[in-house]
């Protein structure tokens, strides 16, 4: 579980640095973004290693309920990272949600939870789920009113149901691979 706990703490330091220490990130110069990259990648090292190998108290299993509602939450979740797009115009979602990928973190690490109802998945979704409301908390609080951003041609929705239904296949084939069922129970 240490391994897990310093992947987050790892994860979060990594992605607030610039929000909570903006004079010590631009000190840092570009080299800097290349440290909070390789961060970023060891926190991911460090939290799939330090789950794999938790042990801990499991409250709920896997049920076909649960799968299906994880499932469809899932989609939803790689839908609102596929709206947010570039900075610009946005397909109609993206024109309604301030942090659509924040937002679409959020649907993934509850999906998650729904599925996996042991203490080491309450540590590391429990943990990356706060990570990202906390996000949206403190972007909104330094950053004010938001002008939502103009509506994209339709055109871009088609592009962006493709790109989900695509890394969802993705998904669920390394799901697959690693030996995780991702649909059915």
């Not at 590391?124 to 990570?131: C, D, E, R, V």
């Amino acid at each position: 579980m240490t391994l897990l706990i310093l992947g987050l703490i790892l994860w979060v330091a990594a992605h607030f640095l610039n929000r909570l220490a903006p004079d010590l990130r631009t000190r840092m110069g570009d080299p800097g973004k290349g440290m909070v990259a390789i961060a970023i990648i060891i926190s991911v090292v460090l939290m799939v290693l330090g789950y794999r190998s938790a042990d801990g108290a499991v409250f709920w299993g896997r049920s076909g309920g649960l799968v299906g509602i994880n499932n469809l939450l899932m989609i939803l979740a790689f839908y609102m990272y596929a709206v947010s797009g570039p900075k610009g115009a946005r397909v109609w979602v993206g024109t309604k949600v301030r942090h659509p990928q924040l937002v679409g973190f959020s649907i993934w690490a509850v999906a998650h939870l729904l599925v996996n109802g042991d203490v080491p998945s309450f540590v590391l979704f429990g943990g990356l789920l706060a990570w990202s409301l906390g996000s949206i908390v403190l972007i909104n609080a330094q950053e004010g009113a938001w002008t939502p951003p103009e509506q994209a041609p339709m055109k871009k929705e088609a592009v962006a149901v493709v790109i989900t239904l695509v890394v969802v296949a993705i998904v669920i084939a390394i799901h697959t691979w690693l030996g995780v069922t991702p649909v059915g129970e």
